[in-house]
T-cell receptor, first 115, second 114 residues
Framework: EPEVTQTPSHQVTQMGQEVILRCVPISNHLYFYWYRQILGQKVEFLVS????????KSEIFDDQFSVERPDGSNFTLKIRSTKLEDSAMYFC?????????????FGEGSRLTVL | GENVEQHPSTLSVQEGDSAVIKCTYS??????FPWYKQELGKRPQLIID?????GEKKDQRIAVTLNKTAKHFSLHITETQPEDSAVYFC?????????????FGRGTSLIVHP
C-alpha cells in the first residue's frame, strides 16, 4: 500500500540554523500539507499546497518557513533560522483530489529538536 | 479560523467498556469531520469520518455522531480492546477552494486495560 514517507525521522539542530524536512507524498495525490505538533499540544496546520503553489497557510507559517516541490516527487519544508519554539513533530500529509473522501494520508513525522 | 476543542485529554477504561471522546468546533462552515488514530510511534490514520449532511455513522465497534446545531461531534468505541489503546484526534475541515483544511483537536490518549 502506498505511504507518505518523511525524512529525517529526527533532527537535532542549533538555534539559528536552517533545516529542511523532506516528504514524498503518495504519487497520484494532488494536495499536500504540513502540520506540526509541539509536545503535548494540538496538531497545528501550517500550510497546504496544490498545483505547485501554496493554497492556504496559517499564521504560524511566517517568513521563516517555505515549502517547495522541487522535482515533482519531493515536498519540502524549510525553516530558515530555527528558534527554540520550533521544536516539534512535523507531519507531512497528502490527499488524493477533489472527488475523494477528504482523507489525509500522513507520514510518520519528523521530530525537530532545536537546542 | 476554526478552533477545535477535544475532551478528555486522557481516558482510561477496562477492556470491554465503552469509550466516548467529544469534540466541539467553532466554524459553521466546517462540513467534514474525520477521526484519526495514532498508535505509539506510528502515523495518524483515518478510522472514521462524517459529513455535515449526516447525523450518525457506524463502522463495527466505532460510531461517530454529529450535532451541527450545537457544533459538536463525538466518537464512540464499544467493547474496547487493548489494541484500541492509542491517541485519537478529531478534526473539523473547512473547504478552501478545492481543498479541505482539517483543524485538529489536542488528542485523547485512550488506555484500555486488559
Amino acid at each position: 500500500e502506498p505511504e507518505v514517507t518523511q525524512t529525517p525521522s529526527h533532527q537535532v539542530t542549533q538555534m539559528g540554523q536552517e533545516v529542511i524536512l523532506r516528504c514524498v507524498p503518495i504519487s497520484n495525490h494532488l494536495y499536500f500539507y504540513w502540520y506540526r505538533q509541539i509536545l503535548g499540544q494540538k496538531v497545528e496546520f501550517l500550510v497546504s499546497f496544490y498545483n505547485n503553489e501554496i493554497s492556504e497557510k496559517s499564521e504560524i507559517f511566517d517568513d521563516q518557513f517555505s515549502v517547495e516541490r522541487p522535482d515533482g516527487s519531493n515536498f519540502t519544508l524549510k525553516i530558515r533560522s530555527t528558534k527554540l519554539e520550533d521544536s516539534a513533530m512535523y507531519f507531512c500529509a497528502s490527499r488524493l483530489g477533489d472527488r475523494d473522501t477528504g482523507e489525509l494520508f500522513f507520514g510518520e513525522g519528523s521530530r525537530l529538536t532545536v537546542l | 479560523g476554526e478552533n477545535v476543542e477535544q475532551h478528555p485529554s486522557t481516558l482510561s477504561v477496562q477492556e470491554g467498556d465503552s469509550a466516548v471522546i467529544k469534540c466541539t468546533y467553532s466554524d459553521s462552515a466546517s462540513n467534514y469531520f474525520p477521526w484519526y488514530k495514532q498508535e505509539l510511534g506510528k502515523r495518524p490514520q483515518l478510522i472514521i469520518d462524517i459529513r455535515s449532511n449526516v447525523g450518525e455513522k457506524k463502522d463495527q465497534r466505532i460510531a461517530v455522531t454529529l450535532n451541527k446545531t450545537a457544533k459538536h461531534f463525538s466518537l464512540h468505541i464499544t467493547e474496547t480492546q487493548p489494541e484500541d489503546s492509542a491517541v485519537y484526534f478529531c478534526a473539523a475541515s473547512w473547504p478552501s477552494g478545492g481543498s479541505y483544511i482539517p483543524t485538529f483537536g489536542r488528542g485523547t490518549s485512550l488506555i484500555v486495560h486488559p
